[in-house]
């Protein structure tokens, strides 16, 4: 049994991390979802073209609602933005202005709390990512080439890590922020160091007094893939500074280098 692609769905378009209109991390959220089947998704998904689409549906267990997160590559079990943009456009759809929904996504149930800000359009929302899980570290001149750095590049002082809170991120710490904007990754050089081709490389300057980090996102599975704003990798990134810097909250700046600047507090 197959779709009928001509059907109509009610869809909400958002701006997620963003402090105005057209930045941050753009969203297409699908209402109703529940009729339409894998490759339609796919299709719709490639269709607009963003770095993640989502489809709301009923859920299968105790949660207000199913979230199913698409990229252009295929369905993902957890990311960020499409968690907090989904709850906003839920509470639109369903007319209130400040909840706390419960989400069932591929790694299990998150809360998801939002409210409206003022008359503005404008709305808060924050999750509860899952407990992180720390993967392998890996040298400087094991990371480098992948992002065409030399290996002065990368900040020595502290391990390029895989961590996960529902996704897995590959932290590399870079040496500055003119490192940052040369970075260019290889998605085929990843291979090499064994890991799960859906894992995202997030190379990062961080600032320890300002507690602020600056960073790029590169979605491996989509070749390279650059992300404008990243939550599923900035819960990884405050557990990986918690651990090693005793740091419980940080702001990241993100998608300055695309002209799509975002801000994320974790």
């Known amino acids: 049994m197959t779709t009928d692609r001509t059907t109509s769905h009610r869809l909400t378009w958002l701006d997620v991390f963003a402090e105005e209109a057209l930045a941050g991390n753009p969203l297409a959220v699908v209402h109703g979802a529940d009729g ?30 199913r979230n199913r997160i698409w990229t252009i590559a295929g369905e993902v079990p957890f990311a ?6 989904t709850a906003v456009a839920v509470a639109i759809e369903r007319g209130v202005e400040s909840a706390t929904f419960t989400q069932e996504t591929g790694v299990g149930l998150q809360d998801v709390e939002v ?13 509860h990512q899952e407990t992180a899980d720390f993967g392998p570290t890996f040298k400087p001149g094991q990371i480098a080439p992948i992002l065409g750095l030399d290996e002065a590049g990368v900040d020595s002082r502290f391990s390029s890590q895989v961590v996960s809170t529902g996704f897995p991120t590959l932290l590399v710490p870079v040496a500055d922020l003119e490192a940052l904007s040369r970075c260019e990754p290889d998605p085929a050089l990843i291979e090499d160091l064994g890991l799960d081709g ?3 490389l997030y190379p990062f300057v961080f600032d320890v007094p300002s507690r602020n980090a600056r960073a790029r996102c590169f979605a491996i599975d ?3 893939f650059e992300d404008p704003a990243t ?14 810097l005793d740091i419980d909250r ?8 695309m002209g799509r600047p975002g801000r994320i507090e974790a």
């Not at 960020?80 to 943009?85: A, D, E, Q």
């Not at 940080?250 to 280098?257: L, S």
């Open 231 to 244: 939550g599923s990798a900035a819960g990884p990134l405050v557990a990986y500074l918690q651990d090693i």
């Open 198 to 200: 859906r894992t995202n």
């Open 115 to 127: 409210a409206r800000t003022g008359d503005s359009g404008v709305w808060q929302a924050s999750v």
């Open 80 to 85: 960020g933005h499409p968690s907090l943009g």
């Open 222 to 224: 989509v070749g390279g």
């Open 36 to 65: 339409l089947d894998d490759p339609t998704m796919l299709a719709f998904a490639r269709e607009t073209g963003l770095s993640e689409t989502t489809f709301v549906q009923e859920p299968t267990t105790t949660a207000d609602y």
């Open 250 to 257: 940080i702001t990241v700046d993100q998608g300055v280098e």
